[in-house]
């Protein structure tokens, strides 16, 4: 009889994780296929975001990390501003249709045409909010690996790894974490052709009703 019970036992313990397991997956644990879906309907769904950001960056060529803070401001169809902070803070402007790169203290902009040729297209899907996420990426569950060199737990972010489907592209990959109640992202990991790893953490992400067009083009001082 005491076998039996004990036989019962680990059969209901074993049917209680099998049960657990399969609710925590249907719940929480969402294919890459569904939340990459739910990525794309959330970006759709949103025009406007203003974003605060602080980034880390290992510098392969210097053997460093080097930290950074600012703030992004995205507005449909494909418009940003990122601004970084500090006196040597670069400053990036865009239309839509021109880039225009400023380092606060220079007087001299660089000016960009936005175009395939230019810049990678996966390149201006991250910029201007994941809108074409599928198109450009191969889109896939992480690598533990990755885990392992992050040095970190995954937590309650929906994680996706990310692969520019274009062999030119500047990007080598990306691990992206996605908030599991607006499935916008919290954030990332971004490694580029020259050995760069940058861990970017996003907050205070708002959602503002209108943005002026002017925002999004560079102006002189005097101007």
């Given at each position: 009889m005491f076998l039996i019970r004990k036989i019962n036992l680990r059969l209901?313990?074993?049917?209680?994780?099998?049960?657990l397991c399969f609710f925590s997956y249907h719940v929480y644990g969402?294919?890459?296929?569904?939340?990459?879906?739910?990525?794309?309907?959330?970006y759709e769904a949103t025009e406007?975001?203003?974003?605060?950001?602080?980034?880390?960056t290992y510098v392969a060529?210097?053997?460093?990390k080097v930290?950074?803070?600012?703030?992004?401001?995205?507005?449909?169809?494909?418009?940003?501003?990122?601004?970084?902070?500090g006196k040597r803070g670069r400053h990036?402007?865009?239309?839509?249709?021109t880039l225009w790169i400023q380092q606060q203290g220079d007087h001299q902009v660089q000016e960009v045409s936005l175009s395939d040729e230019e810049i990678p297209a996966e390149a201006l899907s991250f910029l201007t909010g994941l809108g074409q996420l599928t198109k450009e990426f191969a889109v896939e569950s992480v690598d533990p690996k990755k885990w392992e060199s992050?040095?970190?737990?995954?937590?309650?972010?929906?994680?996706?790894?990310?692969?520019?489907?274009?062999?030119?592209?500047?990007?080598?990959?990306?691990?992206?974490?996605?908030?599991?109640?607006?499935?916008?992202?919290k954030e990332f990991y971004l490694f580029n052709e020259g050995g760069n790893l940058t861990h970017y953490f996003f907050k205070?992400?708002?959602?503002?009703?209108?943005?002026?067009?002017?925002v999004f083009v560079f102006k002189k001082a005097s101007e």
């Open positions: 209901l313990k074993l049917l209680m994780g099998c049960l969402l294919t890459p296929p569904q939340i990459a879906s739910q990525v794309q309907k959330a406007n975001l203003e974003i605060q950001f602080e980034q880390e060529l210097l053997e460093k930290k950074k803070k600012g703030k992004m401001t995205l507005k449909k169809p494909g418009k940003f501003k990122i601004i970084y902070e990036y402007y865009s239309d839509g249709k992050f040095k970190r737990e995954k937590g309650k972010l929906h994680w996706l790894e990310l692969t520019p489907l274009k062999k030119l592209s500047q990007i080598n990959w990306l691990v992206m974490g996605f908030d599991p109640d607006t499935f916008l992202v205070d992400i708002q959602k503002p009703a209108q943005l002026s067009e002017d």
